[in-house]
């Protein structure tokens, strides 16, 4: 099972970015798909995350109304379009997934993880 994250980059304040996470070695149909960053020095963030499937999405209050998470079934990817990006948003993005839960936020609970890419955005 492998999960690749792509679509990282340098944008100025303001810009917006897509971020892809691509699974592959087996379906996510009913697993809860999330996004964290990491700025070096801090923990894990939780960012935002779907319970594929069901659709129900949940977000960080620091990305609510700017970043909206979503997934292709048919494509096995998950995408976090990010708008309104501002300096605070600079981190290591990674993607990461686990079984259908109500526990979305905590990075611990996670199964499997990809690599993360890098969003920098200039003030």
């Known amino acids: 099972v492998q999960l690749q994250a792509s679509g990282g980059g340098l944008v100025q304040a303001g810009g917006s970015l897509r971020l892809s996470c691509a699974a592959f070695g087996r379906t996510f149909w009913n697993f809860v798909m999330g996004w964290f960053r990491k700025v070096s020095g801090k923990e894990r963030e939780f960012v935002a995350a779907?319970?594929?499937?069901?659709?129900?999405?949940y977000y960080a209050d620091s990305v609510k109304g700017r970043f909206t998470i979503s997934g292709d079934n048919a494509k096995n990817t998950v995408y976090l379009q990010m708008n309104s990006l501002n300096a605070e948003d600079t981190a290591v993005y990674y993607c990461?997934?686990?079984?259908?839960?109500?526990?979305?936020?905590?990075?611990?609970?996670?199964?499997?993880w990809g690599q993360g890419t890098q969003v920098t955005v200039s003030s």
């Open positions: 990461a997934a686990k079984p259908r839960s109500t526990v979305y936020a905590n990075p611990d609970s996670y199964h499997y």
């Open positions: 779907v319970n594929w499937g069901g659709d129900v999405t």
